[in-house]
């Protein structure tokens, strides 16, 4: 069977009363907003729906907030930011999980610059250096021309050592301004072949999406409508908590699928992504997040 293919959002809004969406890729490019994401969401205002951001991004909630209202995507028109490096903040500030009260005082940081506020205010002492560290607090890059191979020497260091890695981005790419940039996910994947332990936080994981549903405060799931761009994190994770999720096709898989953001995919090579991933399947396709 065929997936529909919605140009507007206008054409399932009144089958939900609460929104889950991912932001890069759906809202975002990079740091500019996508045309007619803005609009989108004044629609779901205006109608009194509920809408969750919820990001893999590796950052706490209150700076991912702050980059929103940079954009002119003010405070109003959604009800809560979630990201994976809150989430992962909070299990590590207050360890509950034997595995992470076991990591020991020494982290180091992997990943760019920019995603250091996830470790702001930890009770964790920051190492430059993989010899001294007791765990990997991985966050991935931030630039287009560095590749697995510029982490491989230091994370077979890590092997040796049999370092934990907690990993604050499952995402393996994400597009900016057009381009592709490796992120946490690539290094993880990499880490756990190779016999790496490691623990994931943000989407597929479920449980980032009761995250939502709690601050949704819907009581039917059915009523919830997940919107991403990934197939791997944001379609797998939506259908994992038993929701329905809407593919925004002109995010990470356009150049698979064969299209420009805001461009249909054709049914054929729509089929042909499901079948390379294991024939799971959104509820419904829009080529760009639009009213």
Known sequence: MSLPIIDGLRHLAGRYDGFILDLWGVILDGEITYPGAKDALLRLKELGKRVVMLSNVPT?????????????????????????????????????????????????????????????????????????????????????????????????????????????????????????????????????????????????????????????????????????????TDVKGARSAGLDVLFCSGGIHAAELRVRHGESPSSDSLAELILRHGGLRPTAVIPAFRW
Not at 84 to 103: I, K, M, N, V, Y
Not at 107 to 121: I, M, P, T
């Open 60 to 232: 706490r909630s209150h700076t991912v907030v702050t980059l929103l209202e940079t954009l002119g995507l003010e405070r109003g028109l959604y009800h809560e930011v979630i990201s994976s490096g809150e989430a992962a903040h909070r299990a590590l500030a207050q360890p509950t999980d034997p595995w992470f009260a076991g990591l020991g005082r020494h982290c180091l940081l992997v990943g760019a610059d920019r995603f250091q506020s996830v470790a702001d205010g930890l009770p964790y002492d920051l190492v430059a250096d993989v010899g001294e560290a007791d765990f990997i607090l991985n966050t991935g890059p931030l630039d287009e021309t560095v590749s697995l191979d510029t982490f491989a020497p230091l994370l077979n260091a890590a092997l040796d050592r049999r370092l934990p890695m907690v990993c604050v981005n499952p995402d393996l790419v994400v597009i900016q301004n057009g381009k592709t940039i490796i992120c946490a996910g690539t290094l993880a994947k990499y880490y756990e072949a190779q016999g790496g332990d490691v623990r994931y936080f943000g989407k597929p994981d479920p449980t980032i999406y009761q995250t939502c549903l709690d601050s949704l405060g819907i009581a039917e799931q059915s009523r919830v409508l997940a919107v991403g761009d990934a197939f791997h």
